[in-house]
C-alpha cells in the first residue's frame, strides 16, 4: 500500500507539471495572458524556463525547457507502469542511460554546445527513467527489509 502511493504520488506531481507546461501556451493563445503567466510563475523553482531551450505551441514556449518537460513526461508515463509491475530495465540501460543524460548535459553546460531541444528532450526522458527506477530500486529494497 506504502509503495503504491508514493508511486501515485510521482504520477500526480509529474502529471501536474507536465500538464501546466503544455497548458501555459494554450491559455496565451487564447490570450489568457495572465493565467499563463501564473502557471508559469508556478514552475520558476524547478526549471529555468528559457524560451529559446523550450518547445513552442501556437508560437509560445511551454513553461518548462524541453530537458525538464523530458523528465516529467518520463516520470508520468514510467510511474503507470511502476503501478502496474510491467516497469523492467537492465543495467546496462540503466548505465546508457545515465551516460546519455551526463553526455548532453556536459555538453550544454561545460562546453557550451548547443545540443539542441531533441537532444535536451531525450535526456530529459532519460532522466526521468532514472528518477523511477530508482525509486522502484528503494521501494522494493524498502520491502524486503
Keep these: 500500500m506504502k509503495r503504491e502511493i508514493i508511486i501515485l504520488i510521482l504520477f500526480i506531481y509529474s502529471l501536474f507539471f507536465m500538464t501546466g507546461a503544455i497548458l501555459a501556451p494554450i491559455l496565451s493563445h487564447f490570450e489568457l495572458y495572465n493565467l499563463s503567466a501564473k502557471i508559469t510563475f508556478l514552475f520558476v523553482g524547478s526549471c529555468h524556463q528559457n524560451p529559446l531551450r523550450s518547445f513552442n505551441l501556437f508560437g509560445y514556449p511551454f513553461a ?82
Design 64 to 145: 518548462l525547457c524541453a530537458r525538464c518537460f523530458g523528465v516529467y513526461l518520463s516520470c508520468t508515463i514510467s510511474s503507470i507502469f511502476l503501478l502496474t509491475n510491467k516497469l523492467n530495465m537492465n543495467r546496462f540501460l540503466f548505465l546508457f542511460l545515465i551516460a546519455f543524460a551526463i553526455f548532453d548535459i556536459t555538453l550544454n553546460t561545460i562546453f557550451s554546445i548547443d545540443t539542441g531541444n531533441i537532444l535536451r528532450f531525450l535526456a530529459g526522458i532519460s532522466i526521468g527513467l532514472i528518477i523511477t527506477t530508482i525509486i522502484q530500486y528503494l521501494l522494493e529494497k524498502g520491502e524486503n527489509i
